[in-house]
């Protein structure tokens, strides 16, 4: 074959599918061969041929033949040229029927070649020579004296690998020598400098007697394979080495539930592999369930599996698995089948994981978690917890006991946990105190503290110190609240007992006190006022004798008029007793003395209900005062205000309020009880609203502000209560 070197690069007629259709007839042969080898040996083939153009001319062209199916390694197609030069022989010879048959071979694959008896080339298809850039001439040159199948070596010793070449010769001479076939692979050179492994099938041709005539013979590029089998061989090598560096125990099963492949490191768990076990009369799965997995778990795991063996579902199954030491460890098993296209189960893969410090330290922190929850429970005291949100998460069990509730009685569909625990444990009268305060805090994160009246389980209310604190993350945001919740009816009932006791001992002082002081006024008043009697009486019979003793009369009145002295003195002396001095007052913060009075009073506010608002003007300046005194006054008007509050039933809201006006500092306390009805009598000595007041309270209260100075007022507050204040004068040094 010497086609035109002239390759056309114009368009091709490309309608027909099938690309031999515009192949020149006597070129077909040779685009059919670079098709076969390309399929056959999985490398591209590039061959020049007279191809159709559009215009209806043949013009030389390459034809390019791919293998038709993916090939995953690199490969570089081999390019036949036109102008490759090749050669034949002009006399076969007896080697006629050899090359005969090699034309035949030629004809499906290509590369065919024949020999005469002595091993020189006779016939070589011209693919065959110009891969390897060598013609007839250059494959039979004598490259030393002896013959070929004496031992010397003929011209294609030189297209062949170094490594390859002796054993290929001696095999080849071998096989000559006694007719039979050859058979072998080495490494041929091709003309672009590269060594392409190549199968070498030669078959002698004979005569009627039997007599070698010739030898025909196929190269086959088997290149491609042998990268790819080497590849593939890597491959398994590196996936190998995964498997058994992976640090789980992998394992794979046949449909019918056989073990058929242990990695290397369930081989070291174990200490034995599938090969050391011999299951005579049972299946070799039975005996490893029998042998390794511990006796408690033996029969869920046989089960599970044959289910999943069964159904096909994958299979999951935690236990206990003998170590080649005699231990057991808890291992995580898990296994999927691997189907065909039709569904139908090839094997099981599976994997093992070891669990056992991981279930151990589970179990200490569920024994641990156990004995905290124990704590808790005996704990004497209330526990509770909530979300970030305020939800309640947990009630220990003293809790849950005292109330009557658990969490999921606080699930409802309409309301949340939070708001079923105040309506279904809080008294009505504190509910709605108790909810706002907890959602202050939760949308604050300020500290929860309150007391509040919450219903036992039996029905009966008690008092209750609840306080609550936030859980913080790293970041500052809240994660949790932690609650808890003091029983302190008693403490209460003892404090009020107390408290009424200490009403009932000041009131009797006071009355002791009281008869006391009138005691000592009354003697001290007497004396003078009897010396009065005795001289009224004495002038009155010195005017009522006969004749009247004048003199003696007026000596009688004289001495009145000196006792009525006495007794003024006396008397002035216990109003100086009483007389309010400035002694003991000194610049004080107007502030300080509110906060003060108002810790006096808080226990007070709660008890009674009162919601006590204070609101004090910044910048305050001091005033000079008696600092008890004052405070008196505060509490005074304070302890007014909340018992004039006591028949309210709704909210009762007790305000006190510090300011600059007019008259200096301005304090003044409201409520929103029944009101006054006259204002301008609050003040009287003796005037009282209240059943069983002596009314003394604020004309005491306004004598001490008067004392320094200052003025009260009272006036009614809008919409409903009363506001009663008091001002204090700033001095210069106040000032």
Known sequence: MSPSSNVSQQPLVGADPDPLSVVHPADRAAAEQAISRAFLSGVPQVITCRQLRADGRYVAAQFRADPGYPVSVPVEPMVQTPDEPWTAVDAPGETADAIRAARVIEQMHGAAFALDPTGRFTYATPIAQTSIAMTLEDL?????????????????????????????????????????????????????????????????????????????????????????????????????????????????????????????????????????????????????????????EQAVFRDTLHRSLQTGDTFALRYRLLRHDGAYRWMSSKAAPMRDRSGKVLQWYGLCHDIDDQIRAEQEALTREQQLRRLVDALPTQIWAADADGEPSYLNRRLSEFVGLTLDDLDGDETSRLQAAITGSVHPDDAEAVGKALAHSFSTGDAFAMKYRQRRSDGVYRWINGRAEPLRGPDGAIQQWYGVSFDIDDDVRTQDELRRTQERLATASQSASLAELSASIAHEVNQPLAAILANSNAAQRWLAA???????ALKAVTRVAQDAEGASEVVGHIRALFRQTRSGRSPTPVDAVIEEARGLIVEETMRRRVVLAISIEPGLPKVSIDRVQIQQVLINLMKNGIEAMAAVTGERLLTLSARIGGSGVEIEVGDNGPGLTEPDRMFEPFYTTKEGGMGMGLAICRGIVESHGGRMWAAKREPQGARIGFALPLTEADE
Request: proline share 8%; charged share 30%; hydrophobic share 35%.
């Open 546 to 552: 006969d004749p009247p003793n004048v003199d003696r």
């Open 140 to 296: 039979n040159r004598p490259l030393d004296g002896p013959p070929f199948l004496e031992g010397g070596d003929l011209g294609w010793k030189l297209g062949v690998h170094p490594d390859d070449y002796p054993g290929a010769a001696d095999r080849l001479r071998q096989c000559m020598r006694s007719g039979e076939d050859f058979n072998y692979e080495y490494r041929v050179l091709r003309a672009t400098g590269d060594y392409v492994w190549h199968r070498f099938s030669i078959r002698p041709t004979r005569d009627p007697g039997g007599r070698v005539t010739g030898w025909y013979g196929i190269g086959f590029d088997v290149d491609v394979q042998r990268k790819t089998d080497a590849a593939l061989r890597e491959r398994e090598r590196e996936l190998s080495q995964l498997v058994d560096m992976v640090p789980s125990h992998l394992w794979r099963l046949a449909p019918d539930g056989e073990p058929i492949f242990f990695n290397r490191r369930m081989v070291e768990y174990l200490g034995l592999d599938l090969k050391d076990i011999s299951a005579s009369g049972t299946s070799l799965l039975e005996v490893l369930i029998a042998s390794t997995v511990h006796p408690e």
